[in-house]
Every structure is written in C-alpha cells, then in structure tokens.
C-alpha cells in the first residue's frame, strides 16, 4: 500500500528544456490529507520520506503522521532522514576520511575491491580550521600565515589531497579560500538538488548536516541543515538514516524593516534574546510574516547562524524572490535559479505574502523596533543597547576584578616598544572573524567606515591588542578592496590575516 503512495507521488516538472522526476507533495495531500499549512520545513521532511519510503527504514505512518502534525502542531513519532549531502571541515573531516582509508584497507585484506569502499552521499570538506593568527598588524601576514600553515599541516593536506583524488563523491576546498559555513552558502548550497540516479533526473531539496554547529547559516538560503556529531556526519556519508524525533516548530513571525543605522547584529540579538526567552531547545524555529520581503538574504544568513546561541535545531527561511536573487549574485546558473524557482512553487515550498502556517508556539517582532546594540560583555547571545555598554562593561570588570585582585599589574614590552602595564578590563583581542558576523556584506562595511572614522579622527590601535581580519570568504577582500576602506583597517591593524575560523577556535 505505501509503496504504492511513492509510485503514485512520482511525477515529471518541466523546467525550461529539462526534465526532472520528483515526489509530488500534492498527491501525498490528496491521499493522506491536507498540508497547506504545514511548517515549510516540515514539508522537506515530508518530500525526504516519501523519497525514501521502502516499508522498512521509512513506512506510511511516518508519512502520516507529519501530516497529522498540524493537528496538535506536535508529533512524538520517530523518523529515519537521509540529508543530500554532508559539510566538514578538516578538524572533524580527518577522522572521516581515516576511517574511510581503514575500511579500503579491511577490505584489501580480505582480497575485495577497494573502489567500492566511498561515501554514498557527496561530502565536502572544507580546511577551514587549521589557520593560527602568528602574523598580524602587517602587510605580510596573511602569506607568513598561509606558510606556516602549510608546514604545520603538510602531512594532514597530503592525507587530505590523497581522499579527494582516491574517492568519489568527495571534495575539498583547500586552505585560503574561506570559513566552510560561508564557502557552503556562496558556492556549494542549491537550494533545490537535482542529479543522475539510476539513468533518471531526479529533483529535491537540497539539505545536509555538518560537523560544525554553525552550519545552520545555509538555512538563511532555504537549505534545511544543522550541525551534528562526526559518528552521526560519518553514518550520513555512508547513506545512513538519522533517526531523530518529529521537531516541534516555532513560527517567528517578522514585520516592518530595520530603521537606518541598524545593523543584522542589532536585529541578530534582538531575535536571540526572545527566543531564549521563549525556549526552543531542540525545536526548528521557522521565520514567517511580510517583514521578510525587505530581509536581505545576508541577514537572513546571519539569523539563521547564531541557532546555537538560541538554542534551537535550526532557524530556517523558506525560499522567496530574494533567494532568487542571492543565487543570481554569487553565480549560479540560470537553469538551477529557474528550478529552484518552479520546484518550490510545485511543492508549496516558496513563501507567499500573507503565509500563516500552524506553529506549535509563535513570536513576533516589527523589526523597526530594534535598537543598536552589542554582544557581551562575555557571552555572544547576551544583547546591550548601545547607551548601556559602558555601563555593563564596567560592571563585569568590577565583578572579575572582585573574583580575583590582582596586588600588582604586570608591566608589559612588545617590540621593543616601551614598557606599559596592562589593568583589568584591557582588551587584548580584537578580531574580526568569520563564524557570525563575516559572512554579512552591511556589517562589514560598517567595520570598513568605523575604521575610516576612526583613521580620520587620529585614533590608534594600543600596542597590546593582538587585531586581525579573518574573512569568511575572498569575496569579503574583495569589496572592503572596491569600496576603498581596505587602507583604513589596515592602519588600524586589522591586516589579512587568513580565511577561516582563527581567533574562534
């Protein structure tokens, strides 16, 4: 009977002169019941078991009983996903790929053919998390850097090089080219995946798992994915199911548009707090409401990263024009734009002004509400308003200081510079770098002008403070470059210093 349901399902959409074969959620509606106002993060999770429905590792109830969700916006049930496709980066990606080299090997041994042994969905690894902050506050730093790196690392990137020429479906994106959460949004996500199987074209959403938890800044391009342990990234590359229970979804619904001046950080704050508040610890949150009409995808990125810091599964914005658009921007061909496209509209994926789907709890904020503020002092979910952060930073230093008083403050010489002695509070660290904040073009530039300001108005960087600019991808360079307000960082001594995680890990 439910073999029959995916038969049924299997359907034909034409885009431009290409075909591609899919399982139509339409059918599924008609045969086990309406699901206009499923979550659309739950409809990929519905498209995903009706794909892999076998009346073994995915039967009919699990089908039925997401359609079910909308009933109590809740479901206890236990399901078998199977993402496209899986994002490593090299600190958990090495493991992986030695675990491959083990089994060619046990397989060897036994006089079988190593080249059946490689991961059954694609994998990527990118080396992201290797690059140390040795050179700063000069104009060399990013190449010494870069060098070092590469003897440090030279046997782990030969080992590297070696998996991707000897496996299939595995590639690496080698060093110096950006942080894997970036590189995945601007070159490896689509949104909607479509490839070769068994001689047919077969179309579906694009959705992964990573082995870091930031991996949820894809879900800012309609790409469902979270961050999950290397054993559960290694059994997904060997085409195994996670088994995870159906998510109760929370519906953030968003209104209005940021005021002039405010920042996605601002409004990346705002969103946290209220959604610490509220709870969503193992939850999917879903943004909804008209507000995303004037959200740039960037910002949307930029929400949908900081999931770890609200505590959620992930924070998923479903596909609109400004997807479109994005995928435009950084590149993609227009056949894949024009899939995406058709694909979402067919399977009731794309987002349409008015949307109200069932939630199991909602929020709402009218973006025109959020105030400029900052993270911290000490934890990155931790929001202050502006006026306030002199205040609050005082108060956390007062509480360390009261912790433990120092009798007597070391006095410090850096470079043969003059002597100074550093005091509680001192920051010593000022690093622009890549997990949340590098990956939104407004807010770097933002960080380009304060510079300028700031060069222009004779202000220096202390001799103590180690600073460095660690982008998320060359593209950052590129226009900091084009807009002009490279010179400025850099006297400011926020000098490349490397692509990657850095000062985060």
Not at 130 to 142: C, Q
Not at 166 to 194: D, M
Not at 453 to 474: C, F, H, I, T, Y
Request: hydrophobic share 40%; aromatic share 8%; proline share 5%.
């Amino acid at each position: 009977m439910s073999l029959r349901l995916k038969k049924e399902s299997l359907s034909t959409l034409s885009v431009g002169t290409h075909q591609y074969e899919y399982y139509r959620l339409s059918e599924v509606a008609r045969q086990l019941g309406d699901i206009t106002r499923l979550p659309k993060s739950l409809k990929v999770l519905l498209e995903n078991l009706v794909r892999y429905l076998d009346d073994d590792t995915v039967v009919e109830d699990d089908i039925k009983a997401l359609v079910d969700w909308q009933k109590n916006a809740h479901a206890s049930r236990e399901i078998a996903y199977r993402p496209a496709r899986v994002l490593m980066q090299d600190f958990t990606g090495v493991p992986a790929v030695v675990d491959l080299a083990a089994m060619r090997e046990a397989v060897k041994s036994l006089g079988g053919n190593v080249e059946k042994v490689n991961p059954l969905s694609p994998v990527d690894l990118v080396i992201d998390h290797s690059v140390m902050v040795d050179k700063y506050a000069s104009d060399d730093a990013f190449e010494k850097n870069v060098e070092i790196e590469m003897q440090r690392n030279y046997e782990r990137y030969l080992f590297l090089r070696w998996g991707q020429q000897s496996f299939e479906r595995f590639r690496v994106v080698p060093p110096g080219t950006g942080i894997c959460h970036q590189v995945n949004l601007e070159y490896l996500g689509k949104a909607i995946w479509s490839e070769q199987q068994n001689g047919r074209h077969i179309a579906y959403p694009d959705t992964l798992v990573g082995t870091d938890s930031h991996t949820t800044m894809i879900n800012g391009l309609g790409v469902l994915g979270w961050g999950v342990g290397g054993i559960e990234a290694e059994a997904a590359m060997l085409g195994q199911p996670i088994s995870m229970l159906i998510p109760d979804v929370v519906g953030f619904k968003l209104t209005g548009k940021l005021r002039e001046g405010i920042t996605a950080t601002d409004l990346v704050l705002t969103v946290t707090q209220m959604l610490r508040q509220h709870g969503v610890v193992g939850k999917f949150v879903e943004f909804y409401g008209d507000g995303l009409a004037s959200l740039p995808l960037a910002d949307r990125a930029t929400i949908a990263n900081m999931s770890p810091e609200y505590g959620a599964t992930c924070g998923f914005f479903p596909i609109d024009e400004i997807t479109l658009d994005y995928l435009r921007l950084t590149g993609r061909e227009e056949q894949e734009i024009a899939l995406v496209e058709a694909y979402s509209k067919e399977q009731g994926l794309w987002r349409h002004a008015g949307d109200e789907p069932i939630f199991t709890s909602t929020l709402s904020l009218d973006m025109g509400t959020v105030e400029a503020s900052l993270a911290g002092p000490k934890r990155p979910q931790d929001r202050v308003n502006l006026l306030n952060v002199p205040k609050a930073f005082k108060a956390a230093v007062e509480l360390e200081t009261n912790k433990k008083p120092l009798a007597q403050y070391p006095q410090v010489t850096i470079d043969n510079q003059p002597p100074f002695t550093l005091t509680d509070g001192a920051v010593v660290i000022a690093a622009i770098t890549s997990c949340t904040n590098t990956s939104n073009p407004n807010v770097l530039m933002v960080a380009g002008l304060l510079a300028k300001n700031a060069v222009e108005k004779g202000l220096q960087r202390k001799p103590w403070v180690k600073s460095s600019l660690a982008p998320g991808s060359k593209v950052v360079t590129d226009y900091l470059a084009l807009a002009g307000l490279t010179p400025y960082l850099d006297k400011l001594g926020f000098n490349l210093v490397g692509y990657g995680c850095t000062t985060c890990i």
